[in-house]
Nanobody, 117 residues
Framework: QVQLVESGGGLVQPGGSLRLSCAGS????????VAWYRQYPGNARESVAS???????FYHKSVKGRFTIDVDYARNTMYLQMNSLKPEDTAVYYC???????????WGQGTQVTVSS
C-alpha cells in the first residue's frame, strides 16, 4: 500500500522559512513524477513546484526564486524548501506522485502552512 506522509507545516512570520517533507512508503520516487500542490479554501489545488518525468524543475510564477523542490531518492523523501514566505502562501500543501510505469497518482494528507504576524 502506497502512503505519502507529510510533515513540516505550521505557523511562520512573513519573511520566514519552512521546509516541508513527504516520506513515501510502498513507492519508489525514482519511477515517479513528483510535485507539491497547494489549495486555498474554496479553490482547486494548484501546482507549486514539480519534477516531471524526464527531470528538471518547474515552479509557479508566484514562488519562483523563493521555493525549491528536491528529492532524496535514497531516503524516498521529497522536500519543499520555502523561503521569504508571504501571507498569500497561506494554504494547505499536498505532495503528489504519479507513476511513470502505471500512471497511478498518489497524494499526501496535506499540511497547513500559515504565514502571519
Amino acid at each position: 500500500q502506497v502512503q505519502l506522509v507529510e510533515s513540516g507545516g505550521g505557523l511562520v512570520q512573513p519573511g520566514g522559512s519552512l521546509r516541508l517533507s513527504c516520506a513515501g512508503s510502498g513507492i519508489d520516487f525514482s519511477t515517479n513524477a513528483v510535485a507539491w500542490y497547494r489549495q486555498y479554501p474554496g479553490n482547486a489545488r494548484e501546482s507549486v513546484a514539480s519534477i516531471p518525468n524526464g527531470g528538471g524543475t518547474f515552479y509557479h510564477k508566484s514562488v519562483k526564486g523563493r521555493f525549491t523542490i528536491d528529492v532524496d531518492y535514497a531516503r524516498n523523501t521529497m522536500y519543499l524548501q520555502m523561503n521569504s514566505l508571504k501571507p498569500e502562501d497561506t494554504a494547505v500543501y499536498y505532495c503528489y506522485a504519479k507513476s511513470t510505469l502505471t500512471a497511478r497518482m498518489y497524494w499526501g494528507q496535506g499540511t497547513q502552512v500559515t504565514v502571519s504576524s
